[in-house]
């Protein structure tokens, strides 16, 4: 079955789909960006895959992949997914998250090598 992006914004609040807009906005000025809609959540990525978005009622869950693992109280989990790969957590529940240090943090993941 095929998704797209309106699948995970359909029946959500306002404020999802303008925080979603706003969020891929800002990573398109990074470069290449690859959107590619699962059933679950929306994968983002360049050469490799970098993040993850997850659609809530009034919120967006996001994953970001790093080399390191960040220590912040935005960051509710961190998975260590391999030796030197981590996932984490962070809930942006409004547009004025998706600030400079986030950005920052995406920034760091797109640049990643494999």
Known sequence: ???NELDHLQG??????NMYEKL???????????IDP???SIHLGNRFGFAGVYTRKDYITL???LKRKL????????????ANRFHHTIKIDSPN???????GWLKEAYDLKA
């Open 38 to 40: 699962k059933k679950t």
């Open 12 to 17: 959500k609040d306002p404020v999802v789909t």
């Open 97 to 103: 998250a998706i600030d400079k240090e986030l950005l």
């Open 71 to 82: 220590i912040s109280s935005r960051v509710s989990k961190v998975e260590q997914a391999s």
């Open 63 to 65: 994953e970001v992949h």
């Open 24 to 34: 891929i906005s800002e990573l398109q000025k990074f470069g290449s960006l690859k």
């Open 1 to 3: 079955m095929e998704y």
